[in-house]
């Protein structure tokens, strides 16, 4: 159902991949909404996504860039102003990648170039964001920007590997860039931190079946599907949300405060019977 709670707001949204990425999920609920908005993602996305189909159904236009380069993010944000007709109310960074985690390489055995592109990618880009935007005076008073970030941020989760420090770094930049941009500009940066979901970076993660029934287990309301990520992104870009800033919401069913459940309990039990039968 929708309630129109971004008529006439306008939008930029990255890292649309194909129809699990919550990004597109985000997109598709923004426009049901009532929100306009372009898409952007690097070329490589578009060749092997299906970004096409989603610019289509939203009636959208894509502008290819990578979201580590100044240049590009420049022209995203210039070409989204022409596109729309003036400055954007939201801004969605839905953006990470690690070549360490997709090699399988061990925290304690880190390729330290592909840690760098790690933080550039999954972190940097959404500081270069707000510094572009904000140097462009790109964002109109009271917009929202938000970014997804993870768990691992801040308790440590097997297999989770360098991308744990990017988004650390990732909500410490919302926080930062969150005091300027609010004291100056009324604008908002918030990261919200989502269950794991079965996505293409998402998958990528070692051991994430189990780890996705194991949040699930633990989870007094289960894991947040992208669809639910996509329904409480659309309140942080609307006036409903006004004056939560520079915050990290999880959006988890409830994983983040707990430590066992009655569910992962009895599951713990039935394995330690197990092993005691061998
Ligand atoms: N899937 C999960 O379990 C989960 C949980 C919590 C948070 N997140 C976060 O959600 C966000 C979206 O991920 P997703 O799970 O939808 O996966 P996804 O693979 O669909 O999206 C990742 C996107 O990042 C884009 N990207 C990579 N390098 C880029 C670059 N240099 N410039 C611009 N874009 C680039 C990819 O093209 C892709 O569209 C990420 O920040 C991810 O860490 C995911």
Known sequence: MA??????????????????????KIATRAFDEGGRFTLSNTPVALRFGELDQLAKSCEAEIILADATKISDIEKVFKRSMEILGGKVDFILHSIAMSMNVRKHREYDDLDYDYFQRTIDISALSFHKMLQVAKKMDAINNWGSVLALSYIASQRTLVGYNDMADAKA??????RSFGYIYGREK?????????????????????????????????????????????????????????????????????????????????????????????
């Open 3 to 24: 309630y129109n709670l971004l008529k006439g707001k306008k939008g930029i949204i990255f890292g649309a991949l194909d129809d699990r990425s919550i990004a597109w």
């Open 169 to 174: 770094l990732l909500e410490s930049i919302a």
């Open 186 to 278: 009324q604008i908002r940066i918030n990261t919200l931190s989502q269950s794991p979901t079965r996505t293409t970076a998402g998958s990528a993660v070692k051991g994430v079946d189990g780890l996705i029934d194991f949040t699930d287990k633990m989870s007094p309301l289960g894991n947040a599907t992208a669809d639910e990520c996509a329904d409480f992104s659309i309140v942080m870009f609307s006036d409903l949300s006004r004056k939560i800033t520079m915050q990290n919401i999880y959006h988890d069913g409830g994983f983040s405060s707990m430590a066992m459940s009655l569910k992962a309990m009895n599951q713990y039990n039935k394995c330690l019977d197990e092993e005691e039968k061998l």
